[in-house]
């Protein structure tokens, strides 16, 4: 049995600590009038300002209609719209900007803490899923990190229910994450009224406690039976195992392609995406199994797994280095197809992107792909602990960016800054994973002995 | 210097890899193992140096990268220069996203064809080359391992044997 050290479990308290603190100066120095809002923008940006500002596509707020103009003006002619028209527009639109930016400002610490939650949520979320893909496939080599997979997903109902409180604390109207949740935004915008059919809080969270509720059943029962296998004499358990992770594997891709739009796309309502499913699923199912393989080789340094070899180490390489150029692929062809047909209500997303958040944006692909395509490409490196580690972290940090310019753009615009927030938001629920994964795993012995592919799994070498 | 070889035949890929390392392990030299199908980690019981054909793999997919990027700039914005998707800036970079498939498509038709080609040259295979195969039985179910000769034939023999050969034969090689 593994017992949790001391030493980790005060670090993970004193990031949960820090980033508590983080967090909490966040809110506090969140604006909470209109007037405060405007003088934090002088003080840090000076004048000037808006006059970028202007034409920026930010889409949040009731000025959709004046929004929607300054869209297909900038797409026709950038110079025209930053030029003409904030000039033009300069004296009325004070006003309404200023309110604009305090909603940014105030939503900023929201979207800090709703960005780290959803992240580890999705990491626990990417392991299941990829815990139901060994079970459902028979995987003779990974049953040796069956339980390592069982302790990060014992992350996914508390990092869930976390989520879930956020997304009804939007609806509470306690920050304004989520436009459409507004009935006053949705009275003035034809597109988000049309969408009202799906887009409505009481069916919103009632997906969202289906979904929770769905994963977190076979969640529990394949634990059930995964525990119940190492005392069997027969492998009914293991039976039973793969039969409802067939049946969950059909679930969890539709329930996760919906749940991708409901939680991460419709931060931004007006623009949609018919590849994001995926693209949300490439990154938590990458990030998932990079963390399945810090987590192990984190265990094997103390000595813990020594059934785990360097060749289960070099599988895990492998499909990090392989999803990570799925994820590529994915979000390349986003990007691509969006930007080749360059219909201003789709591309809109991603100038928003390039222009205000070029650094996190392009940093994100070099973090997510060329990072550890050069890295990872050696098959020698792939069995070293080092460069797995060092691969590892810039993919887990590179797809937190990635969650980061997914939500940020529509929630606080160019507004957005890595500060005091955003890293207590991100040490805040790291310190709360480890903490909850590293609790779970004391709770069963690191070897699933009546596995009946455990054999095969422990002899397994490449 | 004597030509003659050991030609001992098996019926299992499980026997055949605890027989070269039991052969090897007596010092015996094994000229060549002939295997209908490509026996996992045969070559390390083999003692054989690892491929370097990653490394040309790399290299093959740096040349058609290359040599795609120099293609494309040339059609597409040089010699006849194209409004790419409503988007006249005639810049290569600007224009970039769009030429992605092809430096991708071609970054691996180089690297597969080339490396094709530099295993058949590395083999010493051409078309209508005569086979080296020295049993027709290994192109079906049977593995063949040969074994340099030393005045050593009946230790050999013997332990050729044991390891389960269902037949050991002395071959005199031409020349």
Known sequence: ?????????????????????????????????????????????????????????????????????????EAASEEHATSDHAAGHNEEHDASHDEHVFHQLSNKPWAALYVAAFFFFMISLGVLAFYGIQRAAQAGWSPVLYRVMEGITGY???????????????????NHLFIWMDPEVVAHDKLIAGKTGFLN??????????????????????????????????????????????????????????????????????WFSTLFGWYVF?????????????????????GYLEFVNDSHIHDLGKFMFGISVFWTYLWFSQFMLIWYSNIPEEVTYFMTRIEDYNLPFFGMVVMNFIFPLLILMN?????????IVMAGIVIILGHYMDVFNMIMPSAV?????????????????????????????????????????????????? | MSNKVVHALYDDDDVLLSAVKSIRSEKHHIEEVYTPFPVHGLDKALGLEDTRIAIMAFIYGCIGLSVAVAMI??????????????????????????????????????????????????????????????NPLTTDDKFLVEIELHDN??????LLEKSGAIDVSIIEKPE
């Open chain 1, 1 to 73: 049995m593994y017992t949790f050290p001391n030493k980790l479990r005060n670090l993970a308290i004193a990031f949960m600590v820090i980033g508590f603190l983080g967090l909490a100066y966040g809110f506090i120095t969140a604006p909470s009038t209109v007037e405060e809002a405007k003088e934090m923008l002088a003080s840090s940006h000076g004048d000037g300002h808006g006059e970028s500002h202007a034409g920026v596509p930010a889409a949040n707020h009731a000025d959709e209609s004046a929004h929607a103009t300054s869209e297909s003006h």
């Open chain 1, 156 to 174: 996914l109902l508390p990092g869930g229910i976390i989520v879930i409180v956020i997304l009804a604390l939007s609806g509470m109207h306690l």
């Open chain 1, 201 to 270: 809080l009481p069916f919103f969270l009632a997906r969202a406690i289906f979904f929770l509720t769905g994963w977190s059943l076979y969640r529990y029962f394949s634990r059930k039976f995964s525990l119940a296998q190492d005392e069997a004499s027969d492998i009914s358990n293991h039976i039973k195992n793969f039969r409802i992770s067939a049946g969950f594997l059909v679930f969890y891709i539709v329930t996760e392609s919906i749940m991708s739009w409901d939680w991460v796309m419709s931060i931004d309502p007006h």
């Open chain 1, 282 to 302: 490439a990154s938590m199912f990458v990030s998932g199994i990079t963390a399945i393989a810090l987590i192990t080789i984190y265990l094997k340094s103390k």
């Open chain 1, 379 to 387: 098959s020698d490196y792939k069995r070293i602990n080092y460069f």
């Open chain 1, 413 to 462: 615009g160019d507004q957005w800054f890595i500060g005091v927030a955003e890293i207590g938001g991100f040490l805040f629920f790291l310190g709360l994973f480890i903490f909850v994964v590293f609790k779970e795993l004391t709770k069963a012995p690191l070897l699933a002995k009546g596995d009946p592919y455990m054999g095969e799994s422990e002899r397994f070498h490449y």
């Open chain 2, 73 to 134: 700039n040339f059609i597409m914005i040089e010699d006849w220069p194209q409004n790419i998707g409503g988007k006249p800036s005639f810049s290569y970079l600007e224009n970039m996203p769009a030429f992605v498939p092809i430096m991708f498509e071609m970054t691996v038709f180089f690297a597969a064809h080339l490396m094709v080609i530099t295993f058949y040259m590395r083999s010493k295979l051409w078309p209508f080359k005569k086979a080296e195969n020295p």
């Open chain 2, 153 to 158: 034939e009946k230790a050999l023999t013997a």
